[in-house]
């Protein structure tokens, strides 16, 4: 099982990036695909989650509004388009899986990718 994350970069204040999340190697028709995010200093910390059966959704109270999660079956990718960037979006972002359940809990989580960085700056 691998995820990958990719997209980050750096852009200014109100601007957009779009997070995709390649997965392979999954035999779990059950299973979601989250965001999480960790800032220099702080806790890691859940930003969006997705049913890959289902699509049912899951977005961090700081996030509602600004970023869309949507999954792409046919390539077997998840993205993560964020809009209305802010500076305090800077951060590592990952995606992970998590299988049999739909927490978006870190600590639930069953696979980690690496990270990718975001840094939102003027």
């Known amino acids: 099982v691998q995820l990958q994350a990719s997209g980050g970069g750096l852009v200014q204040p109100g601007g957009s990036l779009r997070l995709s999340c390649a997965r392979s190697?999954?035999?779990?028709?059950?299973?979601?695909i989250g965001w999480f995010r960790q800032a220099p200093g702080k806790a890691r910390e859940g930003v969006s989650c997705?049913?890959?059966?289902?699509?049912?959704?899951y977005y961090a109270d700081s996030v509602k509004g600004r970023f869309t999660i949507s999954r792409d079956s046919a390539e077997n990718t998840v993205y993560l388009q964020m809009d209305s960037l802010k500076p305090e979006d800077t951060a590592v972002y990952y995606c992970a899986a998590e299988v049999g359940s739909f927490t978006c809990a870190d600590y639930n989580m069953d696979y980690w990718g690496k990270g990718t960085q975001v840094t939102v700056s003027s």
């Open positions: 997705i049913s890959v059966r289902s699509g049912a959704t």
């Open positions: 190697g999954f035999v779990y028709d059950d299973y979601d």
